[in-house]
């Protein structure tokens, strides 16, 4: 049975930072990453971490403020949120998939993350 369980979200304050993690459990994946859904708008890509390469992917709103990183011999990765912004409010989804492209297949329950001014 695949697991993607998350933690980490909270209420912090603009400028300040917050670490989810993310770990994966019943399956081995290529690449794992996380999005986001604000209220009344659809789930968009954040960031993503091809095993294999170590590659890194960023939404253009959050390069240079996220940084994706983890441990692949442990299913686990995390997103470092730095200078948070009220825009960032979200929930943030943990999802992984098997190959390298298409779907993203498995998803976490999702934790919240909210910003305040």
């Known amino acids: 049975q695949v697991q993607l369980v998350e933690s980490g979200g909270g209420l912090v304050q603009a400028g300040e930072s917050l670490r989810l993690s993310c770990a994966a459990s019943?399956?081995?994946?290529?690449?794992m990453g996380w999005f986001r859904q604000a209220p009344g708008k659809e789930r968009e890509f954040v960031a993503a971490?091809?095993?294999?390469?170590?590659?890194?992917y960023y939404a253009n709103s959050v390069k240079g403020r996220f940084t994706i990183s983890g441990d692949n011999a442990k299913n686990t990765v995390y997103l470092f949120m730095n200078s948070l912004k009220p825009e960032d409010t979200a929930v943030y989804y943990c999802?992984?998939?098997?190959?390298?492209?298409?779907?993203?297949?498995?998803w976490g329950q999702g934790t919240q993350v909210t910003v305040s001014s």
């Open positions: 999802t992984a998939r098997v190959a390298t492209t298409g779907k993203y297949d498995s």
């Open positions: 019943g399956r081995t994946f290529s690449t």
């Open positions: 971490i091809y095993w294999s390469s170590s590659n890194t």
